[in-house]
């Protein structure tokens, strides 16, 4: 070639030189303009197995329609299916889980995410994943599977959290994660990040935190389907005008996603087989959707009931056309409709720090015309502040460390430290929340001012990415209330606070018999601060229609039904400050009066009145939450475990006895153990005619209860038990009081 | 024009081409016009033209809304109670029955005390109706008519 050219006269050669040099500027110019499009692409992480597909799905309920979707996914060739959450709702978990064996198979990867309709421990979901964990050769941690796990199959990574969120979990994981596709999975949302009328569950962290390791965000909770464009914040809705170039004002190109550290997608996939709900917010129902307060242009597609939802399920297929950092999704209706497509990019360079504007519709406000919340214990529910303060493990990673741990440099060459501020607190007010973000997004690339203005988290005299990161990991906490010691080998801690006790203060019983239509207790003191629990049990099963009484409003807690129908126990509660004492009243449908009845009312004072109640199973003869009432077999024992949401708790159950006496599990309290039937047959042990319901209260057409309780102090499970003379066919509910502070 | 410069031109010719394709397909990404639609929405009471539906005994409003979109007209209503979930959904199936409405889905499982979910049809109507306890205390209801 250089021979060619030599040989050129120096006229053409000066020509070709010029068109050289003229096609390396248009070549430079070209890389650039390609590099812009996908600025963040670096390919040089742990892939997934080539075309390895995977099925997203949530609140499916044990009915023909999941059994639909099970066809679907086994149709579409899935290789593992991730539920987001509530398996079997009332169906049955066994049922559940036989229609997945039955359809994919026993070892088929499956794998989920607790939902607030599952008891995840009690139902079996724990044993059902660990087992599934196992079969797909991995190893899972020992003991029950918690509800926040981790694993890792055929290179994608996946991490569940639990109710609520658990931020520290997921970042633990994710910190120093590899691979190229990472999922994070949970069952709830928060207000934004769907599209009908659920509140603010889950937390923001949860998000912030995945989007910040570049993971994949899958949720159900919302019976829609919808999906995000990329997010550069999940909180603010920022959507990535990179990736989605702005035309007449909306972000565009919204089926080509990318994910990399700092920037993510969020996608509901909630149609799994238990009804279909419709489009509340972000309206209108076509693209590109809303663009208003909580919406912000961030969704690409929406399925609902206003688009004709059917039930289906979401495809993400990764490492595709032979690129490993390439992945194409598609959600697909059971009637072979495809609603949605879109393609994903992984990259592994993080993002840029946060755009430097945020607009007014970004406040993580909630609308009050959404949720329904008329229980006071719903209330923490939506509030965003609602997430779990900073366990000691988060002391320990270097990014959240507490300012103040003696491990730099003499004090008397470091950066001043604010005495009222601590990291991620940028108006020193003591708490971390959006207005310190708000607060960093000002300050942003300028210099250090010190209190009450002050985003540099790290005192390294820079406002950066990394004042975010620290912002990020302590959002939503409080700074201690306890004074770092100056002894160096000391890592600040803060005791819990001591927690209160809850204490039964009183119980109080009565009994109606002849078909009647309510059932009255004795009276009971009034007195301030007071949960007041009411057991109901009626002969044959039949529902209580209302709770009345001390002027306070009484909600049911907990039904359950015997396993042949013969007796039902009720827990029904009140809290507040009565004026004056008096009686609790349960009355009956006049179309559903039972035989007899019973009723046993105890006041409780210590309760926490911002969530009274925490986990809640029941059990008949057919299994723990049963909703059968027929097939049962009678039987003179009964057992089951409560999973405690507190380590400090008072558990109290009440089941059926009918005629018969009772005696407390090991480390329960009777409260009440007593039955209309006041004839010997309490200890007269075989006259059990389940026909006679004459009204009489006696024998055949008794009803009667036994109530207990017990205190815990520690959250490991424990065991709801009890004995009766005779096998019966029982209803046995518990519930666990949540101590106040 | 020697064969050197006709290639050189060919060469700029092409890459000239080139820009000009990929900045076509950026415009072509999807126009995006912003639809104009209403939404009207009122708290603890129902709003004028919500479809006519029975009310369940001693159940309290928490919203109503109507919704309109290219000519189409969508409604949700919501109540609580603390009636169970099957005794809810029982009573509303009979009730909205006797009015006419026809059940086009029933609930797959009526003695759920989770959630239930059932699809009526009346005339110009479809109903989608949802009772859930999310909390094991509260029992929702939730009327919801989408966009027809």
């Not at chain 1, 964990?133 to 890792?152: E, F, H, I, R």
């Amino acid at each position: 070639m250089l021979k060619y050219i030599k040989k050129l006269p120096l006229k053409k050669r000066k020509t070709f030189a010029l068109f050289s040099i003229f096609f390396l500027f248009l070549s430079v110019l070209w890389f650039r303009s390609s590099r812009l499009k996908n600025p963040d692409i670096v390919y040089a992480q742990t892939p997934t197995d080539a075309n390895f597909k995977v099925a997203f799905i949530g609140d499916s309920a044990a009915g023909s329609s999941f059994q639909s979707v099970l066809n679907l996914i086994k149709n579409e060739g899935a290789q593992m299916v991730l539920h987001q959450g509530d398996f079997d709702y009332s169906d049955g978990p066994q049922k559940w889980m036989d229609m997945i064996n039955n359809t994919l198979g026993s070892t088929f990867p499956y794998l989920g995410s607790d939902g607030n309709h599952d008891n995840w421990d009690s139902d079996g979901y724990a044993t059902f994943f660990k087992d599934r964990l196992v079969k797909m050769g991995l190893t899972p941690p020992a003991g029950n599977l918690p509800p926040s796990y981790a694993a890792t199959y055929k290179g994608l990574k996946m991490v569940f959290s639990k109710e609520g969120g658990d931020p520290t979990f997921i970042g633990n994981e994710l910190v120093s994660d590899s691979h190229t596709w990472k999922i994070c999975s949970w069952h709830k949302n928060q207000n934004y990040m769907q599209l009908g009328s659920k509140g603010n569950e889950q937390g923001w962290p949860d998000y912030e935190t995945c989007r910040q390791y570049g993971a994949i965000i899958s949720t159900g909770h919302e019976h829609t389907y919808e999906r995000t464009k990329t997010l550069l914040s999940t909180q603010n809705l920022i959507v990535d005008t990179n990736q989605h170039p702005v035309q007449g004002g909306v972000p565009g190109n919204p089926n080509s996603l990318l994910v990399a550290p700092g920037k993510t997608f969020v996608f509901v996939s909630g149609v799994g087989g238990n009804g279909i709900r419709n489009q509340d917010r972000c309206l209108p129902t076509t693209y590109p959707y809303g663009g208003g307060v909580g919406c912000n242009y961030i969704w690409a597609k929406a399925y609902t009931s206003d688009q004709g939802g059917k039930y289906g399920a979401l495809f993400i297929t990764f490492n595709v056309d032979g690129n490993p950092n390439k992945a194409r999704g598609y959600f697909k209706n059971i009637s072979g409709e495809t609603i949605d497509q879109f393609e994903i990019t992984a990259s592994s360079v993080p993002v840029s720090p946060p755009p430097t504007t945020i607009t007014p519709t970004q406040r993580p406000t909630i609308s009050p015309t959404k949720t329904p919340t008329p229980s006071p214990t719903r209330s923490p529910s939506i509030s965003p502040t609602k997430t779990p303060t900073p366990t000691p493990t988060r002391t320990g990673t270097p990014t959240v460390s507490p300012r103040n741990t003696p491990t730099t440099a003499p004090t008397s060459t470091s950066a001043p430290t604010p005495p009222n501020k601590f990291r991620g607190d940028a108006d020193c007010n003591g708490a971390v929340n959006e207005i310190d973000y708000q607060i960093y997004v000002s300050q942003y690339k300028k210099t250090p001012r010190g209190c009450p203005i002050d985003a540099d988290f790290n005192n390294d005299g820079k406002i950066n990415a990394v004042d975010y990161v620290i912002w990020m990991n302590t959002y939503d906490t409080i700074k201690p209330s306890v004074t770092p010691t100056p002894i160096p080998s000391a890592s600040p801690s803060v005791s819990p606070p001591p927690g209160g006790e809850v204490k039964v203060e009183q119980t109080v019983t009565g009994k109606a018999t002849g078909n009647p239509t309510s059932v009255t207790s004795e009276s009971i003191d009034a007195a301030a601060q007071r949960l007041y629990v009411a057991s109901i049990s009626t002969k044959p099963n039949r529902a209580v229609s209302g709770v009345s009484g001390l002027g306070l409003s009484w909600v049911r807690s907990k039904t359950q039904c015997s396993g042949r129908s013969q007796t039902r126990t009720e827990i029904w509660r009140a809290y507040g400050s009565p004026s004056t004492s008096g009686s609790v009243k349960a009355t009956f449908s006049s179309s559903a009066k039972p035989a007899s009845a019973v009723i046993s009312v105890t006041s409780f004072s210590g309760a926490n009145p911002s969530r009274l109640i925490g986990a809640k199973p029941s059990r008949n003869t057919l299994g723990v939450n049963s909703t059968t009432c027929t097939g049962g077999t009678d039987a003179s024992s009964y057992s089951f475990t409560l999973n405690p949401v507190s380590s400090n708790s008072l558990i109290y159950s009440a089941v059926s006895i009918r005629q018969r006496t009772h005696t407390p599990g090991e480390g329960y309290t009777e409260l009440s153990d007593f039955t209309t039937d006041s004839s010997s047959n309490r200890v007269n042990l075989d006259d059990d005619d389940d026909d006679d319901d004459d009204g009489s209260g006696r024998s055949g057409d008794a009803a009667g209860i036994a109530t207990q309780y017990k205190i815990i102090n520690s959250q490991s499970p424990t065991i709801v038990n009890g004995t009766i003379n005779h096998d019966l066919d029982y209803a046995a509910v518990s519930i666990e009081i949540i101590a106040g502070q | 024009m020697s064969k050197l410069q006709k290639l050189s031109i060919l060469l700029l010719i092409i890459i000239i081409a080139n820009f000009l394709i990929i900045g076509n397909i950026k415009k072509k990404n999807e126009i995006t016009t912003p639809r104009s639609f209403t939404k009207i929405e009122e708290q603890g009471v129902i709003i004028k033209e919500f479809p006519e539906l029975p009310k369940y005994p001693e159940s309290q409003v928490v919203n109503t809304y109507k919704k309109e979109e290219d000519g189409k007209v969508g409604y949700e209503g919501n109540w609580t109670t603390s009636e169970p979930v099957d005794v809810v959904m029982k009573w509303y199936l009979t009730e909205l029955t006797k009015q006419g409405w026809s059940i086009t889905t029933p609930p797959e499982n009526p003695e759920s005390d989770a959630t239930q979910f059932a699809v009526l049809e009346k005339e110009e109507l479809l109903l989608n109706l949802i009772v859930e306890n999310e909390d094991g205390e509260i029992t929702e209801i939730h009327a919801e008519f989408p966009l027809r």
